[in-house]
């Protein structure tokens, strides 16, 4: 009977068995999850020295297994030009995008909406499966909205009154 090894040394290396296909499948994940992780960050640093390096690990096993739409470029190191070229990615992408911007949107309002409607104090007294019941409906509400109408129905009312919550429920206007 085989024991199982604890995962103790965390250096040793991990050997897996992937076709060509499976490889070029997560060599495309792996490009997409980085960028996910990274690609709204101006100034990276050393944050994510891990996953770049990680990253770079993959394209240049790719390229060495001669996974198709990969280079070597001398300057930058292994490349998937072609993924990043690629409809495929490209629109995974874009769609990954415009579904986040969407659901964050109907939540960003549904949120606002619960303050407008609500006092701290009665949120904090809600159990947290209410507050999510609430921002549920109301994230729901929006996401049909967007569904139907997009942006073609919202207003956004820009002035330079600050509006403050009080803890009575009031809504109190300070000038800014």
């Not at 911007?101 to 909406?113: C, G, T």
Request: aromatic share 8%; charged share 30%; proline share 2%.
């Amino acid at each position: 009977m085989k024991q199982k090894r604890a995962l103790t040394d965390r250096s040793s290396p991990c050997r897996i068995e992937l076709s060509q296909k499976e490889f070029g499948l997560l060599v495309q994940m792996a490009c997409l999850g980085h960028y996910v992780l990274t690609g709204n960050k101006e100034a990276r640093g050393e944050k994510y020295a891990a996953e770049d390096a990680l990253e770079q690990k993959l394209l240049g096993l790719a390229v060495e297994h001669g996974l198709s739409g990969m280079e070597h470029d001398r300057e930058i190191g292994p490349t998937y030009t072609t993924a990043y070229e690629d409809q495929k990615i490209t629109s995974e992408i874009d769609e990954f995008e415009t579904e986040a911007a969407w659901y964050h949107l109907s939540l960003w309002l549904a949120y606002r909406d619960l303050a407008l409607q609500y006092t701290h104090e009665q949120l904090g007294s809600m159990s947290r499966e209410e507050r999510f019941i609430l921002v549920d409906r109301l994230t729901t509400r929006y996401e049909e909205e967007f569904v139907t109408h997009g942006l073609q129905n919202v207003t956004v009312a820009l002035t330079t009154a600050k509006r403050d919550h009080s803890p009575a429920g009031k809504t109190n206007t300070k000038k800014r």
